[in-house]
């Protein structure tokens, strides 16, 4: 099973539970010849011997914490983004009153930033309800882990990050129209100097 997990076959666990080999399981993607001829090549050349003889239970609960963090964002999507709808006039969503409540602190916590990123017109089809195609593609990218870095940023750093970000546009949408207005001001034959 480690070994499969670590040639890149996509397999899910259940994160709400105590570890049983069991409920291990794969997940609905396809894999390409490609990746299928890169992970036999690997095999043959004994990259993955020492995966043989990882104990399954611990090499899967190591990874415990990030599992849950993709939990809760599979929970939001499900539990909330699914049953959103967007007014695409107004380019507002609306969601459920009180979804918090299905969260405990610590999820809620986690999916914030994830949440900030996914309340996107992108995942809803014309007359402003969910995409079920692109629902799908985003469960099955927070499973492959595309969605892990958003899941492990404190919300609080993610802020400060926007906020710089939009300072420094403001700076400098500020001194390009301060450069060019003294452009602007300056006479005609210093212009040409300056070209």
Known sequence: MVALHQL????????????D??????????????????????????????????????????????????NAARKYVNEVLLKSTVNLQQMQMTTQQNWVEKFS??????????????????????NGYPNKEKIDSLLNDIDLGLWDEYLCWSFEAYQNVKAQNFMTQMITA???????????????DKKEAEK
């Open 105 to 126: 602190f610590g999820e809620y916590k986690i999916i914030q930033a994830f949440r900030e990123q996914v309340n996107d017109n992108y995942f809803f089809d014309a």
């Open 174 to 188: 500020k001194l390009t129209e301060a450069n060019n207005s003294v452009s602007e001001s300056l006479p005609s």
């Open 21 to 70: 080999i069991k409920n291990i399981h794969f997940l609905d993607r396809a894999i390409d010849k490609d990746e299928i001829k890169g992970m036999i090549a690997q095999v043959k050349q004994g990259s993955c011997d020492n995966l043989f003889y990882t104990d399954v239970e611990s090499y899967f609960t190591a990874n415990f914490r990030i599992l849950a963090k993709r």
């Open 8 to 19: 890149g076959v996509p397999m899910g666990i259940a994160t709400n539970e105590v570890f």
